[in-house]
């Protein structure tokens, strides 16, 4: 999979637009931040007095100076100086001495304690409070772009869904949008704490010596460009690696899906060894990317601790000769630079979290970016009832401009209570043509009319609702029977969900399962038997009572004697009611009022079965001696 060509900056910031429901939680964890990095700065600043208190105290004694006045003596000498960073210190120290100032070096001592306690109290509390606030921030903004992504999905045609593996749509769904939670989540805690912690420890810094910060600074350039380099690096794989995910769940869903296939061409060893060179292929690209990921954080440890090196040997200049440094000071210096190292370390974390996770943004969004073909025009027409007929109107039909037509020039029209039969060879585009009725696909050329409106001119779920459908595979749903015969009609009375599962030759079997109509029958039914799951299909048909009827091979999973049943329900049901079959059976295209034989996409014969059959070079007359006269041995 290729990396497609976007910008990545303005895919976070995209990411960051699900953000603003929450701006008022926003607002919280910026307060707190504000907090939580104050009382931090603190806890690391009382280090000094609490030094100067235990290892200073026979100097004053000697000068007969208490810390307020040694203090006095120093502020006045770099007042003179003036400038913020000054006044800042100043500020700062008096603030902090006056307090801690007593007669008693013992009542000293217990109140740095009683600071030190109460400052990493109130860091852990705003901390905390931080925490939660931005847990529900993230959690909710990964529910908004969930459910848009779903939502979108729903809202494209049948079209999309040929064109994509089920597999990699719902790696895009879980896997991306947990890799987007995994950066992003990192990156918000991180992006708004560490910047501001590392602001305060840089004043706090500054104050005590500009000196020493500047010289701190002066490899960060290098750590930042060698990060940026790798981040560009990291994109690339972590784009491809969610490829490849979605490889590897496509390939689960197929082979467990097929199982019994598997097993009975003997099949297993072969797709073991399919899937191990998958897994190969996705371990491969994990290392590349642990490679990249982990080089970050022992660059930016190395070069912040070159920085130290250079403090330690120019503060120690300071102190030990030129004496325009205090000990205390300069060990609290060390304390404070040494605190910047781990947000810094995280913040190199976070550039390449954030490259992870805008690489799968990018797959998330092209879902939600893929236009929607299939939808209301301005001032739709509701679907009130049908009332005349249906026209097919020289339609054609392909799935793209890439490819060749499935249907061309399909032209015929169905009055409203006619039963008619498409037959053909298969392919030839008969399940195709039924689905263009109720919109799954849209004409490429020509119209449907049904009571001479384009049916592209109703509103999209007003034409769906008089339309029922009962697939060639029945599609059911892990839920209980009851749920799935009422699927779109939740509101429907339990007397009316049993009268269609009569009608459906269902009501008996679905007695005898442990719990009635209550069972959960399993992912896709698996836990009912083919010709079980087809009724329940055909129940959910009839229950839904439309006007329109499509039956695509609806009976082709039932065994004769529920066929016999089934057939005469639907049958019954067909009755002042406009229905599509997709027939294999001689019954359903004898009493049909119209057949309509489709090969290669185009209509080649058109008729009652009694005017077909007398064309003995036609295709319905092939057909119907290589498949239908067997129906009729049995009937």
Known sequence: MSEPN???????????????????????????????????GLSIYLTIPLLETL??????????LSPTAELSQKLETQAKSGGFLSGLKRELSENLYSFIDTPSKRQSLLRICGLIVLTFFLKGLFGYVQSYLMAYIEQGFIRDLRNETYSHLNKLSLKYFTNERIGNLISRITNDITMINTGISASFVTLTKDPLLIIVFLLLALAISWQL?????????????????????LYKQSYTLQGKMADLTSFLQEKIYGTKIVKAFNMEAKENENFFELTNHFFRIILRITRIRNIAPPV????????????????????LESHTLKASEFLGFLFIIFQIMPPIKEL????????????????????IDEPVTIKNKPNAIPFETFTDKIIFDRVSFHYDVN?????????FEVKRGEVVALVGPSGAGKTTLVDLIPRFYDVTEGAIFIDGIDIRDYELKSLRNHIGIVTQDPILFNDTIRNNISYGMEDTSFEDIVSAAKAANAHDFILELPQGYETVIGERGLKLSGGQRQRISIARALLKNPPIMILDEATSALDSESEILVQGAIENLMKDRTTFVIAHRLS?????????????????????????????EGLYYRLYTLQFRFSEVNQ
Do not use: C
């Open 588 to 616: 359903t295209v004898r009493n049909a009022h119209k057949v309509i034989v489709i090969d290669e996409g185009k209509v080649v014969q058109m008729g009652t079965h009694a005017e077909l059959i007398q064309d003995t």
């Open 213 to 233: 910060t500047l010289l701190s600074l002066v490899v960060m350039p290098f750590s930042l460009v060698i990060i940026s380099w790798l981040g560009v690096k």
């Open 348 to 367: 190199s974390n976070v550039a390449n979290r954030i490259q992870e996770s805008t690489a799968a943004a990018s797959r998330v969004f092209e879902i």
């Open 403 to 411: 490819h060749k037509y499935i249907l061309k020039d399909i032209s």
């Open 6 to 40: 976007i910008n990545r900056k303005k895919i976070y910031f995209r990411i960051l637009g699900y953000l603003k429901p929450y701006w008022r939680h926003l607002i919280g964890v910026l307060i707190t931040s504000v907090f939580f990095t104050v009382f931090s």
């Open 300 to 319: 930016t440890e190395f070069f912040s601790i070159l920085a130290g090196v250079l403090i330690i040997w120019y503060g120690g200049i300071q102190v």
């Open 55 to 64: 290892f200073q105290t026979e100097l004053r004694q000697e000068q007969n």
